[in-house]
């Protein structure tokens, strides 16, 4: 496997080699050397920032031969839902990471990790809790100050078994009591301040029913589910840095005295991918949810990789994004707008082009009649993509009654506009060039109609002959079009970004004290085109790309990159959802 070369490593790949080098988790080869795991909670959908993770991960495991792990720490009942499970298993399989046997839970290893517990309270290591939560939260004390130990801190080794047997049968309420390890309430690392490691969730677990009454805590579970699958490099984000103590704690207490010790993962933690325009948090992903501000987690406006998946974002791009924001030590912000050139320049080079007219005022050719019948229909040949011959050309109708965007017309143009008025002439791409002499308005004001005729030495969009003094007739030009009388009907959803600022977590300097990120929600995030014109090459299917995912993706020529939405129905209506524009609108924005 070719490896690149030791300037180009990260400090991750740095770490692995020397493990190798050293023989620290066994010899190349055998499938131990590198395991990673992508670990999701299954308690919403996931995002972008989970992308970076799953890549990575994979990426690791895959470069260096070894094994990417899928598992799921489903530890709290009362958020998790297999709807979670089912999202975060097609997302992980879509970004293309494959995961080495089944996919993994922590449910699969509550009894081994009860019966670690039994052993800390047996080994004086953990104690059952009856303080109330506000007592417990009080008690562990502030940065600056220590806690204080809990009144149950010394009970008997057999009470606190007796009550945590009990805790497991289902004999007390939620809330009753806890079990906590028993480290130092004056730690200056909070997390060592005799955590929580089991609490009481009188709820039933979407894969265990109603079998457990006390659920492990995620510090607790994390790191001894790395251990029983034979991690060894526990990639984490920054924000579990001060928890790697904690962790190794548990492994350390489980291992005193044990002939046979339990493995001990490494974990190394990495700064997290924090995207500008967009809010990663689950509970604000969750809040836009559950507030109707968005459709669903898929919807196409959401940072989730179900909603870009959904907006026409390609796997491609997204692992392009991941690997080109690096990874380090170093917390900081890393602009969309390379997302959104990624997935440009991916569908540049392998998405079909189709012409669509997404405010459509129609031209009629007055001449049309005078070379030949009057409602005949040619055909026009179109090239699918110029940056990929393979991809072949289709037939496009052309007729006496089109339509064009209304934008494209001016009644009185200034010198700069080039496209269509009275008087001025333009190139209609793979049509004819076409001159406007009349146009008709309604009652409102309103252009209704733009009558042009057409130059029959011109079609394809080709330029005319030579005059009888040489001069050649030019156009500057060119505009996309639809055939009126085969224009496929759609609905087309103008997605922009979610937030109208770089970093919709941090409120303004003047922010009043009531400022919520939803005050920074972009009022256009998506348009409703309700009557889209589209050529009807659209419905075809014979030559364009596979994509692996089944999701259609096209370039409306002049207009950006767009894909078939998942609600669209070919028999009831179409619904296009926009990907991106094709040039970067926000980057003019931004230099404003």
């Not at 059952?128 to 562990?140: C, F, L, M, N, Y």
């Not at 100050?145 to 007796?162: F, H, I, K, M, T």
């Not at 984000?237 to 103590?245: A, G």
């Not at 993509?385 to 006496?400: I, L």
């Amino acid at each position: 496997m070719d490896m690149p070369s030791a300037t180009n490593r990260n400090f991750i790949e740095q770490i692995i080699d020397a493990d190798i080098a050293s023989g620290k988790w066994g010899q190349p080869g055998d499938g131990s050397v590198v395991t990673t795991r992508f670990p999701p909670e299954p308690n919403g959908y996931l995002h972008i920032g989970h992308a970076k993770a799953i890549c990575l991960n994979f990426g690791l495991a895959e470069q260096f031969g070894g094994r990417f792990l899928l598992r799921f720490d489903d530890t709290n009942p009362a958020k998790e839902e297999q709807e979670f499970v089912d999202s975060i298993v097609g997302d992980v399989r879509w970004l293309g990471a494959a995961w080495a046997g089944e996919v993994r839970f922590a449910s699969n290893y509550f009894d081994r990790m009860f019966g670690w517990a039994v052993e800390l309270i047996e080994k004086g290591l953990a104690y059952v809790d009856q303080q109330t939560p506000e007592q417990i939260r009080t008690g562990r004390g502030s940065v600056t100050e220590p806690g204080v130990n809990s009144p149950y801190r010394d009970r008997p080794a057999s009470e606190s078994l007796d009550l945590f047997a009990r805790m497991k049968a289902g004999e007390f309420e939620d809330g009753a009591m806890v079990l906590r390890a028993k480290i130092d309430m004056a730690s200056p690392n909070m997390n060592l301040r005799d955590p929580v490691m089991y609490r009481i969730v009188n709820a039933a677990h979407h894969r265990t029913g109603d079998t457990w009454h006390i659920y492990p805590m995620y510090d607790w579970a994390h790191g001894l589910e790395d251990s029983i699958e034979g991690v060894t490099h526990s990639i984490c984000t920054l924000e579990f840095e001060n928890h790697r103590p904690l962790y190794d704690w548990f492994i350390d207490a489980i291992n005193e005295g044990r002939s046979e010790p339990i493995r001990h993962p490494q974990q190394i933690e990495f700064a997290r991918l924090e995207p500008t325009y967009i809010v990663t948090s689950k509970r604000k992903l969750k809040q836009l949810v559950d507030d109707g501000h968005v459709s669903g987690w898929d919807d196409p406006r959401m940072p989730t990789i179900s909603g870009l998946r959904r907006r026409g974002f390609t796997p491609e791009s997204i692992r392009i994004f991941t690997e080109a924001t690096g990874v380090t030590k170093y917390k900081g912000t890393h602009d969309v707008g390379l997302l959104e050139n990624a997935v440009r320049d991916h569908l540049n080079k392998v998405a079909p082009r189709r012409m669509a007219v997404l405010d459509p005022v129609k031209v009629v050719i007055t001449n049309w009649a005078e070379f030949g019948q009057a409602g005949r229909t040619e055909y026009h040949e179109a090239v699918n993509n110029p940056e990929d011959e393979s991809a072949g050309t289709r037939k496009v109708p052309f007729t006496g009654e089109l339509y064009i965007e209304r934008e494209d017309f001016m009644e009185d143009p200034p010198k700069k506009f080039f496209r269509l008025g009275p008087g001025r002439e333009v190139r209609l791409r793979y049509g004819y060039w076409i001159r406007c002499h009349d146009y008709v308005k309604d009652d409102a004001g309103n252009v209704t109609e733009i009558r042009c005729t057409f130059d029959p030495q011109t079609k394809g969009g080709n330029s005319p002959p030579p005059d009888a003094e040489g001069k050649v007739r030019k156009v500057k030009g060119t505009l996309h079009w639809v055939s009126a009388e085969h224009a496929v009907d759609a609905e087309v959803r103008l997605i922009d970004r979610l937030f109208t600022v770089e970093q919709p977590n941090r409120a303004p300097k003047d922010a009043p004290a009531d400022w919520s990120f939803l005050d920074v929600l972009n009022p256009d995030s998506m348009r409703v085109i309700a009557s889209a014109k589209l050529e009807p090459a659209i419905l075809e299917t014979a030559g364009e790309p596979t994509w692996r995912d089944g999701i259609r993706r096209f370039q409306f020529e002049r207009l950006g990159y767009f894909c078939i939405d998942a609600d669209s129905d070919p028999n009831e209506k179409l619904i296009f959802n926009r990907t991106v524009t094709l040039k970067d609108r926000w980057a003019k924005v931004k230099r404003k």
